[in-house]
């Protein structure tokens, strides 16, 4: 990752500090700098009208639908930052929660010990991200219809980033990813959690704060052992040639009705986790939640949303093991109102961690403060869900008419935006 840039309009200038770190692929030639310097000014400045359309009607759309849903997604309830033990009441419990409390604990025990966990105060992580929307399908349930796919991100396909985190406790985080010359922003000022995009303001989401679903994919073990603490042991499971338990944790009910909306009802947010038999750490995170669209004249439009992220490369950092790799599957798949209008999109992103250091001196709160134009959701009389027909799209869909996908068929899903509900017509998106 590369941290600085050099001043090529003067040899004596000095080097520009970058905000956020540029991955070294984007210097593709070793033999002429300058040139190289070109790539990365094009790529942190990407022009529309030289984009090579995709089956989203645009590659800008295609990196703000990537942005959207796997940038900064949340988990879906609070979890407590607090250092409290686990082991206190395991007897005291039905045999599935003790199992689990069990296994958390063998999990904090493998990951450093409740010892070094409770001595970070703060987090700074750095890495790269490498995001590709690898499918689309549409029509008769998903099933008849061809599929179109793209390049994987195994295969060296999609859009590059670079992201930078900062955390601290008990509940402060701020993230800035940016991804093809698009940046996102969002963080948590231990009362609200927002996030700041460049085709939608700043936003405040509903319900308390919680923290960011990328920091419990290896970054922060206590967070993840405090999430799992009230979870259940359901069974056990291999995943990549890893005999694992599998916890998992459903979100309750007074917490879905605060992310909710008068437009979106969450009818379920569920989570799980897969520890290793062997080693005691996570091997992957998955999490499916459910949400309706309400609409006066049907029963609504229902959109699934599952992520699975695999969690790879442990290495020990001050004495805890934190993951430096991994991937990310994200399926949407929206569903209801007549056959024609199901459609199921994929996604993927492979990260990997640069650098990553624990009690960051001089980190101020300040660091963490909301954007000034933040905007409460209870503000505004929007649903988090960008839908084709009914409502505002923050973005233009035009998809090619050879791949006959149409902008109603092709959304954005994100449960932490918020959008107005006007009624627009097809035309105008």
């Excluded at 703000?64 to 949340?74: E, I, K, M, N």
């Excluded at 930052?81 to 039905?94: A, E, G, L, V």
């Excluded at 993840?224 to 005999?243: A, P, Q, R």
């Excluded at 999109?345 to 954007?371: A, H, Q, Y």
């Amino acid at each position: 990752m590369r941290k600085l840039c050099p001043n090529f309009d003067r040899e004596d200038g000095l080097d520009t500090v970058l905000e956020i770190p540029i991955p070294e692929e984007m210097f593709l030639s070793r033999k002429s700098t300058s040139l190289s310097w070109q790539n990365v000014k094009s790529w942190m400045k990407p022009n529309p009208e030289r984009l090579a359309p995709s089956v989203f009607g645009g590659r800008n759309t295609e990196i703000q639908l990537l942005l959207g849903v796997t940038g900064a997604p949340l988990i879906p309830l609070p979890v407590r930052s607090d250092h409290h033990p686990i082991n206190q009441s395991i007897k005291d419990h039905p045999i599935e929660a003790s199992m689990a409390k069990y296994i958390v604990q063998q999990y904090i025990a493998a990951a450093g010990g409740e010892t070094a966990l409770n001595s970070i105060d703060s987090m700074y992580a750095m890495g790269k991200v490498r995001m590709v929307a690898s499918e689309f399908t549409a029509g008769e349930v998903c099933k008849n219809s061809k599929a179109m796919k793209v390049k994987g991100v195994r295969h060296g396909g999609g859009e590059m980033g670079g992201f930078v985190l900062w955390q601290k406790r008990p509940d402060f985080w701020c993230l800035e990813l940016v991804v093809s010359g698009c940046k996102i922003s969002a963080g948590s000022d231990g009362i609200v959690a927002w996030r700041q995009t460049p085709w939608h303001h700043s936003h405040a989401s509903r319900g308390p704060p919680r923290p960011l679903r990328r920091t419990l994919q290896g970054l922060d073990p206590r967070t993840t052992g405090n999430l799992f603490s009230n979870s259940v042991c359901i069974g056990e499971k291999t995943i990549n040639e890893e005999d694992c338990f599998v916890l998992k944790l459903e979100t309750e009910a007074s917490t879905l009705r605060a992310r909710s909306s008068k437009n979106v009802e969450i009818m379920r947010h569920t989570v799980w986790g897969y520890f290793s038999q062997r080693t005691g750490l996570l091997v992957q995170l998955s999490d499916s939640h459910l949400l309706r669209i309400k609409s006066p004249a049907s029963d609504g439009v229902f959109w699934e949303t599952t992520m699975e992220s695999l969690i790879q490369d442990y290495r020990t950092v001050d004495g805890l093991n934190i993951a430096h790799a991994g991937t990310t599957s994200v399926s949407l798949f929206r569903f209801g109102e007549n056959s024609d209008s199901h459609s199921r999109t994929r996604m993927e992103e492979s990260w990997t961690i640069e650098e990553v250091d624990f009690n960051i001196k001089g980190l101020s709160l300040d660091c963490f403060l909301p954007p000034a134009d933040l905007k409460k959701a209870d503000d505004q009389e929007g649903c988090d869900v960008v839908e084709g027909r009914n409502a505002k799209l923050p973005f233009k869909i035009s998809a090619p008419a050879s791949s006959k996908v149409s902008a109603a068929k092709v959304v954005a899903i994100d449960l932490d935006d918020s959008y107005s509900m006007d009624d627009v017509d097809d035309d105008d998106l």
